[in-house]
């Protein structure tokens, strides 16, 4: 077993350069500033703060239009914060103490003053010109596409000397770069390299999701679950402008430059639902080393929540990644271990008992059923179906009983409820449905049509040939949110169904209606 690195075990604590400490007295944190505070962080001693690293926010030359997010030079120091020799006495006095080193890399965009960019809009032949991306007009004379720039309005700016318009996924003067082109990578890892020869431990990397954009410039689909109070690039779905495949060939690239050093990490700035976002360790571990993980800000404070998603983060882990990072075995070996596991997998892609798909294909359908409905610009929801009183079925019956109960949801399902695309059995007494097309209204129908259909089936004990009573059960509903995880819209299915157990059971409970539903565990 490999020794567990720095990064792996380490605190990481983030540093502001302007708000942090102010040495110079101009009212204004800079780098000394961070220097002298050193201490504080990490002295070795029980009185400081004990962190392993420090990741310090840019600090690069910038026009500040984004408070340095907007670098118009990758390999200085802006005057308010210091200078080179200033950086090279503070990543000396930390490595002095023990203290790691990240800096901030923002290679999505640079500032319009970068002289990249001014070479790039000087004219259509300019040597630069397609270090940046430029598109005509549409036939009106308006933006090429219907992208939308994170910080409002269209994320297209028309620069009139050359008759092209420029992308910018945040501001007007944060042109971004394109990734496509071999030799804006080049420049962007021989900054890196800067860097790392001046001692830096890594990079924490800005939006690293959006570096590569669709090269067909297609539109990106309407959001069906946008509201007026939103922001308004959630208006469309960024399909074609975030998460693209060809983004991880990239970030291989950029893992390759760090080991050109040693002992370094690659941290990834990544806003997306955990299936995805594990995707970023990338084939065989060769992804980033840290994406982050912004589920565990948005998760309920409360410990079944937090245990849950960290369940699901290692499942998602699991699936995402390869054996090569696990076993070491030669490539035939590997082959004959793929082989058995596929074939393993597809055995188990059923659910024995009620012959309805298992929780695992489930997953992977609902992903693949989310894509199709953003594709489509249709609605998609969800019927998470548990049955009333479960266990009185066990306890007084036998599990045999218990089991014709679940035999009998599922052929509803299966036989019984056209609209239902694909159903699963998701765990326990817990079936779900998928329904492609349908929204919250017509859910509800048909969840009250599946317990018509169950309430009128007769069942009865083998052993005896009594009934054994009426069958009831519970429903939650949700419809699929813009940039939501499968699992995201399952909770809220289930938050669904404890409200509905919680009053009166037997009920159909939308996502609408959980405003005022108790904590989960508050009983």
Known sequence: ??????????VIYQIYPRSFADANGDGVGDLRGILDHLGY??????????????????????????FGYDISDYTDIDPIFGSLADFDALVAAAHGLGL????????????????????????RESAKR????????????????NWLSNFGG????????????????????????????????AAVYDVMRFWLRRGVDGFRVDVIWHLIKDDQFRDNPTNPNFRSSDPPHHALVPLYTADRPEVHDVIYEMRHVTEEFSDRVL???????IERLVTYYGRDLRGVHLPFNFSLLSTRWHARAIAKLVDELSKATARATTLEANFAATSEELDSIRDSLKAAELRSNTDALTGLANR??????????????MEKDEALSVLLIDIDHFKKFNDDYGHQVGDQVLRLVAKVLQEG????????????????????GADLAACTAVAERIRRRIAEAKLTRRATGKEIGSITVSIGVAQFQLAESAEAMIERCDRGLYKAKRTGRNRTVTENELDHEPEVGAA
């Not at 990240?102 to 965009?109: Q, R, Y």
Request: proline letters at 8%; hydrophobic letters at 40%; a negative charge.
């Open 360 to 373: 695992h294909s489930m997953d992977e359908f609902l992903r693949q059923a989310q894509i199709t409905a």
């Open 130 to 145: 397609d270090w940046y991306i430029w598109r005509d007009p549409a036939p009106d004379g308006g933006p090429p596409n």
């Open 267 to 273: 941290i990834g700035e990544i806003y997306l639902p």
């Open 100 to 123: 790691r080193v990240i800096l901030d890399l923002v290679p999505n965009h640079t500032s319009d003053r970068h002289p990249w960019f001014q070479d790039s809009r000087a004219g």
């Open 1 to 10: 077993m490999e020794p567990v690195t720095w990064w792996q075990s380490g």
């Open 417 to 436: 409820v056209r609209e239902v695309d694909l159903a699963a059995r998701y765990g326990g007494e817990e079936l779900i449905a998928v329904l492609p």
């Open 41 to 66: 962080l990490n002295d070795g001693t029980d009185d400081s703060l004990g962190v392993a690293a420090i990741w310090l926010s840019p600090f690069y030359r910038s026009p500040m239009a984004d």
């Open 154 to 185: 269209s994320a297209w700016e028309y620069d009139r000397t050359t008759g092209q318009y420029y992308y910018h996924a945040f501001l007007a003067a944060q042109p971004d770069l394109n990734w496509r082109s071999a030799e804006v990578r």
